[in-house]
């Protein structure tokens, strides 16, 4: 079985909780076995010192070089960027090797309840591996695969993956619930 | 809505945004290409349909505001979003004026992204449904020139459509003024002789003699007259269709004449001795019930199943009243087209449109409607101005006697000019006191309705 590995490569000390979560999430959808990996590296050529932003897709490009083999899932609290759009929760390669997603936009100012951050962040971790699965956004209602442009979207989903997603995950990849 | 059925071209000098902004859009579903300048741009343009066009308004070379005019002309029904870092309010507006849909600016809000994405997707996917739409609708209820949505016609136009292409003989049976002429030109042209000539010849209003030298020609000297030799009709239609109109009009000796025509193709000018052979389609109509003909011993039994091996039988208007507002549509449509002018008609011209029985069938109704549009003064047509005037009910069932005619055309004419006698005379072409003693007579009023036998 594929293994997943979930980096922990923010600049803070990561909230307790918040990679087991992420790694209990991923195992139920995906049917993967999932690790927490302790890396030291930190991706710093991604940083973008215009925009004081970090380039996820930089970073997409740290991961693939400084991970061992298998897929991994980059958590972070910068606050990431494509050139194109103002912000993103994440990205991955569809089909490839590695995601990022970041909880820096995740948590809003003024809303500082833990909980509703980490279950954000499981769902955008769930969503950016389901596309290094080869999944694509996903139109059914709730499912996790739908896009997020917004946090209101992200609340909006569900924290799994539709029937139909799931059945297009090759064979490793099957939810165990 | 997935984003499958939407194709999306990103035109922008740098490659990082055609990468990002792609990759973005294709997580979306959406098919994208890219494009790195103008002039490759244009390249996709003329080659691909795009559905969605976002496109960089700062390019070095060819700019945005160019590729922008080269896309609504080259592809008109493309939504064209620009993209610009600089959010200068004057380009912006150029570009809407000069058809983009929308604009953006550098860096995107995702969910700003996101939204305009979808909407201007669902409009493309509407304008697109709403030609099929328009365009399925069209099918149904039109066969070229012929429009109906009457079942009973719907099926003689789902026939007219699987025998059009063969060249088997058609046979148009109906009343006049149905449209059997319109029928058989719209078979022509659905046809593979559409190139090839359409020639009419109505069979009743010609003596025998002439009728024979009309369709097959005659050769000099054939007969006192025959100066010189002539083609008939039959040759003229070679490569094309021939249309028999009022074919139970002819008389026994052509029958056999067309007979043989119908069953070799071949045939002798009058007078003459070479055998002429034509490649000619055939679609004879008539008005009578030729089964009847041939029972009563008027009509050939042999040509009868020679002329019917596909028989069309056009409905009379009474019985599709349904395809009045329809025909009127299409009708005031053609008749306001070289005028320039919307022509409709009032609640109450239709009204008496519907009630109406017309035996002349839609060439009444298109005659009536092209009068309304001569005698109307504004574009909406009333009553008076199709010469309907007379309440729904009130016209004879039967034929009418002169005096009957001319009452209500009369009344008619005093409804139109709304009381003013003067105008009414002028109208009928008669003087004032004339047209009092007939008001007088008829018990009509000054503006045309029944005052009683008496009369005022």
Redesign the interface.
Known sequence: MEEIRVWWIGERHPVGRALDHVRLHLERAFGAQVAVWEGMGRPEDAYDARRKQWSS?RILSWLVRSAPDGKVLGVTDVDL????????FGEAQ?GGRAAVVSTARLAEPGLPDERIVLERLAKESVHEVG?VFGL??C?TPGCVMG?S??VR?VDRKRGHLCAACRGRIPSQGREAT | ??GADTRVLVVDD?E??R???G??L????YPVSSAPDGPSAVERLKTERWNIILLDLKMPGMDGLQVLEEARRLQPDAAVIM?TAYATVDTAVKAMKLGATDYLV??????E???LMQDVAAQQRLARDNVALRTELEQQHRFRDMVSKSPAMQRVFDLARLAAPSNSTILILGESGTGKEVMARAIHAESGRAAGPFVAVSCAALTETLLESELFGHEKGAFTGAVARRKGQFEAAHGGTLFLDEVGDVTPKLQLDLLRVLEDRRFHRVGGSELIEVDVRVIAATNRDLRAAVDGGSFREDLFYRLDVIALTLPPLRERKEDIPLLVEHFLERLGEPLKRRLEVSHEAMAALLAHDWPGNVRELRNALERGAVVAHGDVLGPADLGLAAAPGEAPSGPSTLDEVEKRHIAAVLAHSAGNVSQAARLLAIDRVTLYNKMKRYGLSRRGEDAGPSGT
Do not use: A, N, Q, Y
Request: glycine share 4%; charged share 25%; hydrophobic share 40%.
């Open positions: 897709t960027f494509i050139p194109i759009l103002t912000f993103v569809v596309h694509l956004h139109e896009r442009s917004s979207d | 809505m997935s740098e990082i945004v990468e990002s902004l990759g973005w294709e997580k979306d579903g993209m550098k860096p995107f809000d995702p969910e992204l996101t939204l």
